[in-house]
């Protein structure tokens, strides 16, 4: 069982930024892929970025390339998002997730084993 914590989350004007953070409380070795995901009001989880513990191989949605970097600290077993030129439609809930299979449909969220709690960031124009 894994327990996946963020933080990071809060407010922040247009063209700011922000870093989330993912602490995974326990690493079933370093096969397995981390995503972040993030939920509008109204609207379906969506894919925004993942990293593969193991290579370091990343993958973003266009909605964020660019903008965001995934990465990860082996010794924290902590991942990272940064988020810079936030746009006002980039508030969500973002959730960090772990993919023990490290499935080939990394941006779809049913292949993703555990979830963390989420962590709001609201972007205001």
């Known amino acids: 069982q894994l327990q996946l914590v963020e933080s990071g989350g809060g407010l922040v004007q247009a063209g700011g930024s922000l870093r989330l953070s993912c602490v995974v409380s326990?690493?079933?070795?370093?096969?397995?892929?981390m995503g972040w995901f993030r939920q509008a009001p109204g609207k379906e989880r969506e894919f925004v970025a993942a990293?593969?513990?193991?290579?370091?191989?990343?993958r973003y949605a266009d909605s964020v390339k660019g903008r965001f970097t995934v990465s990860r600290d082996n010794a924290k077993n902590t991942v990272y998002l940064q988020m810079k030129s936030l746009k006002p439609e980039d508030t969500a809930i973002y959730y960090c997730?772990?993919?023990?299979?490290?499935?080939?449909?990394?941006?779809?969220?049913?292949?993703?084993?555990?979830w963390g709690q989420g962590t709001q960031v609201t972007v205001s124009s």
């Open positions: 326990r690493r079933t070795g370093t096969t397995f892929r």
């Open positions: 990293i593969s513990w193991s290579s370091g191989s990343t």
């Open positions: 997730a772990a993919d023990l299979e490290i499935s080939p449909t990394y941006y779809s969220s049913r292949e993703y084993d555990y």
